[in-house]
């Protein structure tokens, strides 16, 4: 099993300019996130996935999509990046209800300038 | 709403020494906690959760924490650290469906 991956590792974007981050696991997880990483703020929620069809907004869903077509496939949607978007995303899954245990991607690092 | 405090941004400890991470939580219903382990440029890897039964829980590596409902606590022990531990922990909650983490403790193990 790969577990967790998302691409692409690095990018660089240009104000107002937009993207999709991949994110996509092989264990059959019904839950998925995606998070943000900002230096002294920890982890916070962006939008949440229970399953095929149903997402959920988090703590900061501003300026972001997702969609949830496939059990498989997660993938973040910034329509006009801004700067404040700079960050290091994780998405993570884990199995069902009443599992906790979440499974990281190993993050992607974006610059909006 | 829910929080998670980490009351320690930096711990730097000697090889061998013990440690303690700190972490409060502030959830009044039954609640669900973990520490997570973050090396430099990969993503977080669980270490730890506490769910029901036992408040004392230990991970496969000597890391033990122990869940004190009185004091909302859940502070991360281990009896002697090695240059291996040095990483960014995170203490995180969840009450259900959505999870909060706290902003992190950076353990420093100095040879």
């Known amino acids: 099993n790969a577990g967790v991956t998302q691409t692409p590792k690095f990018q660089v974007l240009k104000t107002g300019q937009s993207m999709t981050l991949q994110c996509a696991q092989d264990m059959n997880h019904e839950y998925m996130s995606w998070y943000r990483q900002d230096p002294g703020m920890g982890l916070r929620l962006i939008h949440y996935?229970?399953?095929?069809?149903?997402?959920d907004q988090g703590e900061v869903p501003n300026g972001y999509n997702v969609s949830r077509s496939t059990t498989e496939d997660f993938p973040l949607r910034l329509l006009s990046a801004a700067p404040s978007q700079t960050s290091v995303y994780f998405c993570?899954?884990?199995?069902?209800?009443?599992?906790?245990?979440?499974?990281f991607g190993p993050g992607t690092r974006l610059t909006v300038t | 709403a829910q929080s998670v405090t980490q009351l320690d941004s930096q711990v730097p400890v000697f090889e061998e020494a013990p440690v303690e991470l700190r972490c409060n939580y502030s959830?009044?219903?039954?609640?669900?906690l973990f520490w997570y382990v973050q090396y430099p440029n990969q993503g977080l890897q669980l270490l730890l959760k506490y769910l029901s039964g036992s408040t004392l829980v230990e991970s496969i590596n000597g890391f033990e924490a122990e869940f004190n409902k009185s004091q909302t606590s859940f502070h991360l022990r281990k009896p002697s650290v090695h240059i291996s531990d040095t990483a960014e922990y995170f203490c995180?909650?969840?009450?259900?469906?959505?999870?909060?983490f706290g902003t992190g403790t950076s353990l420093t193990v100095i040879p």
């Open positions: 995180a909650e969840t009450t259900g469906n959505q999870f909060y």
């Open positions: 959830s009044s219903v039954s609640v669900y």
């Open positions: 993570a899954s884990r199995r069902a209800a009443g599992s906790y245990e979440q499974y």
């Open positions: 996935s229970v399953g095929a069809g149903i997402t």
